[in-house]
């Protein structure tokens, strides 16, 4: 049958649903960038470390989406979709290198402008090659990650309800209003840093603004517009950040000297104050799952274990159901999995140790401008010009 194409959003999801939610982990990306589409709101389509991408345009530039699935000649049904915004790379779902050499002469007949595309790697060197050859373009490696998703048993299994509890006690989850209210959850201990999740409000608007800044200099990465992006993240709780207890040691060494023995308990029995030191943000449910968009930790902060306990903590806030914010995939389906998409350079036990395992890769190539072959050497007749080779000259003394 080949490739089938439509601007409309629904027959798109009517016709290809099925199958990317049969491979939900897989497919998260155009999952997320689907129902983006069709609830009018932007979406961030990322694909790096848990990282952000470029912004999946709505409905008030729906002429310029394009969307697609591919059938096999039985007439089975999609084994293959794709979503294309023609300011972001080419969104493939499916693995088949026949597939996608073909969706290359599809969207080239078309008239398509195609500045990259992210899929699978088999899927994405096929198009490159096919694509490079009709429109005479250059290909370059922009990024390769990997694909993990953790359930709820391996989460349960990481560290677990019996595991040691962190220096601050139990984490717990404090959500905006009508998110369930502090304490919304509190997760199985785990080891690691002591600390707890928080999730983001308008109170840290300015925080997230400047640490997604941040991120995306580093990743080099473009993120739209930050502050669009932290009104969305807030608004729905998907800004959950890891704060750690500050120092009272001297404090508490300070209270010694207090006249008052009531005074010098108080003191010395004082809550903690917390400080922000990692940033976890996650779309919104879909498929029964959800996916974490990017973990940011400050430079300053790292290298003590916080980025992993964001990543597993919130991973588990999500998988026990108790925190109203990221709902439940509609209302229709319990989340049953979290995705998360991490740098391939990075080595697998980062993330295994964590209780995630791999489902696949996805490498993203961008489109340039042919180079041309490089320009021949006019030839000479006449020998190159020798250097002396006489006696090197003596030195005075």
Known sequence: MGWWTTSDVDQFAAAAEG??????????????????????????????????????AGPGTAGEMLYGWWEPPDGSGARGAFIHDPTVPLLIAGRAPEMAAALAGTLSKLGRHVSGVDAPVEAADAFAAAWSQ????????????????????????????????????????????????????????????????????HADRGLLIDWLIAFGIEARERIGSPPDVA???????????????????????????????QH????????????????????????????????????ERRRNGHAAAVTL?????ILAGAVPAYGSGGGAEANSEVVLIADGNRPDRQVTRLGFQIVGE???????????????????????PRLPTGPLPRLRR
């Open 19 to 56: 199958y990317l939610r049969s491979r939900a982990a897989e497919n998260t990306m155009l999952l997320t960038a689907a129902l983006a589409v069709r609830s009018g709101r932007p979406a961030q389509v990322v694909g790096l470390p848990s990282a952000p991408g470029a912004t999946v």
């Open 134 to 201: 009709r429109e005479r373009s250059s290909v370059r490696v922009h990024r390769h990650c990997r694909v993990y998703r953790l359930t709820a048993a391996a989460a349960a299994g990481v560290g677990g309800p019996a595991g040691p509890a962190s220096a601050a006690g139990p984490a717990s989850v404090a959500g905006p209003a009508g998110a369930g209210g502090p304490g919304a959850w509190p997760p199985p201990q785990t080891p690691g840093p002591a600390g707890r999740l928080r999730m983001m409000t």
């Open 231 to 261: 009104d969305d993240l807030i608004s729905y709780g998907g800004a959950v950040l890891w704060e750690a207890p500050q120092r009272t040691f001297r404090i508490r060494e300070a209270a010694h000297y207090l006249v008052s023995p």
């Open 264 to 299: 010098r308990d108080a003191a010395q029995q004082a809550e903690p104050t917390y400080q922000p030191v990692a940033l976890a943000t996650v779309a919104r449910p879909v498929a029964g799952t959800v996916r974490i968009n990017l973990v940011y930790t400050p430079p």
């Open 313 to 317: 903590m919130t991973s588990r806030a």
């Open 362 to 384: 996805r490498t993203v190539l961008r489109f340039g401008p042919s180079s041309g072959p490089l320009p021949k050497l006019q030839s000479s007749s006449r020998p190159m």
